[in-house]
């Protein structure tokens, strides 16, 4: 899979579960006919969300994007729906062309980071595996932690 297509498949994703979150909010608080789809909503848009964001720094590391235009990227999954155009956008200045410059047989990995991101490339099914593992250690975390308001009584 190159970077392109997945970064692209995540910010699909991204956006999809932003119109699902904000489907089951509308269905909530505007027309207030259910708030039964709030918490799987918010709990998937959470996981595909932070799944972005591993998937965002990824990409910048492997394709050497600047500090401001990783953070672009990042803060795209913040704002509804931003990810696609984002997307978009590195796509037609040509920032997600090419192969993975770190895999097997590639560029050698010059920092710490690098390094990580060499590892990853060249055993996928052990780095997918442990970063499910990760990712969802984190989503289970933040549920325990609970939602960033407080329930209204």
Known sequence: MTPRLLFRAVAIAEAVTWAFLL???FLKYV???TEA???PAGGVHGFVFLCFVAVTVFVWVDKRWSVGTGLLGLASAVV???TIPFDVVM???GRLDGSWR???GGEVPGNPLER???WVLRRPVIA????LVVVTLVFVALLVIGPPVPPSS
């Open 102 to 104: 770190l895999a097997a």
């Open 128 to 131: 997918a595996l442990s970063a």
């Open 80 to 82: 509804p729906f931003a």
């Open 23 to 25: 489907t089951a909010m």
């Open 37 to 39: 789809l709030v918490p």
């Open 116 to 118: 990580v991101q060499a």
């Open 31 to 33: 027309t207030r006919t």
């Open 91 to 93: 796509d037609r200045r």
